[in-house]
């Protein structure tokens, strides 16, 4: 489907966002703190509206099929992007970054996440015009995904990667942070602090992250501007989020459920969507049989339901625990007592 958006929308709307992303980049460089649960409160919602109004504009415009299509996928996106904090969560903890330090890190995983996720949405959307069987691979890829997410084992992630141990095998690193510096002196020589090291991991996250981010919006929308701006706009607080959420991320039990049945439900959505287009003869005689699709409507229905579902039976799940052993349920921001 082409565009029907004025271009003039398009290109203001994209100098907005990345001007934003700046001035928040820039913020964390002057300032580097740990937010407090008001103003990490404040971001976040901020956010969640310029995404809001950012979906209202456009159905104003009369692109009522665009808007649905943003909603449901910057949902999916912002879904997938608070699985991909919970991964960020574990490096910062395993690499012991220092609480003052930690915004500086999330934003430059957030901008490294954008950077990869602009490379796969150009290559998404020029394979997918020339291959529509495409959708096959993706939609195979993110029910593949979905099980991971479920699968027994899932949650291990001890230990450091491939890449981190050939980092460290062939760069000299300081087991010691020099504020947010990248290198430092030690008795005279220069060595990279293990901030590099941070970046290295926060980076080949992303880079897998944007795997599965990437087809699952392309099952909702083959616009590379709705992809992309769905993309930014889940991105965008996902630091604050990181410090309103704290440790309640890994007390969402469910959470993962709820990803693993949105990325199935979109992986087939995608598959329905190739049988659709290619017109594949199965029975009948040779000739196509129609096969049913997916309203982004119903998807939109659906990927609020799973998140809804998963969030409320977690939380549930946490309160009759603490009832069970007699504490109070705390549902805050990451403490701040070592700002």
């Known amino acids: ?17 990345v001007t934003i992303l700046i001035v ?36 104003l415009l009369g692109d009522v099929q665009y808007g649905t299509e943003f909603l449901a996928g910057w949902l999916t996106e912002y879904s997938l992007s608070i699985d991909n904090l919970f991964v960020f969560v574990l490096i910062l903890a395993s690499f012991k970054v220092p609480h003052a330090y930690q915004q500086r890190a999330l934003m430059i995983g957030i901008v490294l996440a954008l950077v990869f996720r602009g490379i796969f949405i150009l290559a998404g959307a020029a394979l ?8 096959f691979i993706f939609g195979a890829w993110l029910i593949w995904t979905a099980w991971q997410q479920v699968r027994p084992g899932a949650e291990d992630h001890g230990g450091d990667s491939w890449i981190i141990r050939q980092v460290k095998k062939v760069m000299p690193i300081t087991d010691h942070y020099d504020g947010g510096k990248l290198r430092t002196v030690v008795d005279g020589k220069r060595m990279w602090t293990p901030f590099l090291l941070v970046l290295v991991s926060l980076g080949t996250t992303d880079l897998l992250f944007a795997l599965d981010s990437i087809p699952a919006i392309f099952g909702i929308t083959r616009s590379p501007f709705i992809v992309f701006t769905a993309n930014v706009f889940a991105l965008m607080g996902l630091r604050q989020l990181y410090f309103l959420l704290g440790g309640l991320l890994d007390r969402l039990v469910y959470l993962k459920y709820g990803i693993a ?10 598959i329905l969507n190739a049988l659709h287009e290619n017109e594949l003869p199965f029975i009948n005689g040779g000739e196509p049989v129609p096969v049913p699709t997916i309203s982004t409507w119903a998807s939109l229905g659906f990927i609020v339901a799973a998140m809804a579902v998963a969030t409320v039976a977690s939380i549930a799940k946490m309160r009759r625990e603490a009832k069970a052993s007699g504490e109070r349920l705390h549902l805050g921001a990451r403490e701040n007592a070592e700002e």
């Open 1 to 17: 489907m082409t565009s029907v958006l004025p271009l003039w929308f398009e290109i203001g709307s994209m100098i907005v966002l």
């Open 261 to 270: 049945a949105i990325l199935a439900f979109i992986g087939v959505k995608l």
């Open 24 to 59: 928040d980049l820039l913020l964390i460089i002057r300032r580097p703190h740990i937010p407090s649960m008001r103003e990490a409160s404040l971001w976040v919602g901020f956010y969640v509206l310029l995404a809001l109004v950012f979906a209202g504009a456009i159905f």
């Open 128 to 135: 997918i015009e020339r291959f529509i069987w495409i959708f």
